[in-house]
């Protein structure tokens, strides 16, 4: 099964908000199998469905206790705070501390339509956190505390000039402001 390509900051899609998906069928299946291939071949621990072009709520995540894919995965409940460590597929070269509940309960559907909850702390509950942001929109470096951000700006800078050379035509590039 071929891996999708990854989505890069700035890329416009990874900040629009994903739709809910209205069914789980072979279609979506593998859809979330197709992600999972994704997620591995870059060596990733989580992903969700925006990160891959596909502006649907479908995420996928293994931190070494074996693949959980989730449909219109939400947070019901959340305790605790832990500072951790994240990266992100989507914005290569930053690695940023990120806060985030330490302990959260997530409910969606599995692969066979069903309701799940999944109750998961540190790593897991990491990357639940992390994948769910960024079904809304939002990505580590909107987490980041000031400190870190001036950290990665000059990493960032580079990420936007490489999507503007790639995605704008060559004509178009004399109109856009560096």
């Known amino acids: 099964m071929p891996v999708y390509p990854i989505?890069?900051?700035?890329?416009?899609?990874?900040?629009r908000e994903?739709?809910?998906?209205?069914?789980v069928g072979p279609a979506e299946r593998k859809i979330l199998a197709r992600m999972a291939e994704t997620m591995y071949?870059?060596?990733?621990?989580?992903?969700?469905?925006?990160?891959?072009?596909?502006n649907k709520?479908?995420?996928?995540?293994?931190v070494g206790?074996?693949?959980?894919?989730?449909?219109n995965p939400r947070i019901i409940s959340q305790e605790g705070e832990s500072?951790?460590?994240?990266?992100?597929?989507?914005?290569?070269?930053?690695?940023?501390?990120?806060k985030r509940a330490r302990r959260v309960v997530v409910g969606g559907l599995n692969e066979k339509e069903k309701e799940?909850?999944?109750?998961?702390?540190?790593?897991?509950?990491?990357?639940?956190?992390h994948e769910i942001d960024h079904l809304k929109g939002v990505l580590i470096?909107?987490?980041?505390?000031?400190?870190?951000?001036?950290?990665?700006?000059?990493?960032?800078?580079?990420?936007?000039?490489e999507f503007e050379s790639y995605y704008l035509l060559p004509e178009a590039r004399n109109f856009v402001s560096k």
Not at 7 to 15: A, C, F, M, Q, S
Not at 83 to 98: D, T
């Open 7 to 15: 989505k890069k900051y700035p890329d416009p899609v990874l900040r």
């Open 18 to 23: 994903a739709l809910e998906v209205e069914g």
């Open 41 to 54: 071949s870059f060596g990733g621990i989580g992903l969700a469905a925006p990160q891959v072009g596909i």
């Open 57 to 62: 709520q479908f995420i996928v995540a293994d």
């Open 65 to 71: 206790r074996g693949i959980i894919k989730l449909v």
């Open 83 to 98: 500072k951790m460590e994240e990266g992100c597929l989507s914005i290569p070269g930053v690695s940023l501390q990120i």
């Open 116 to 129: 799940v909850k999944i109750s998961a702390e540190g790593l897991l509950a990491h990357v639940l956190q």
């Open 141 to 161: 470096i909107d987490r980041a505390d000031e400190g870190e951000k001036e950290k990665f700006k000059p990493r960032l800078t580079q990420l936007e000039r």
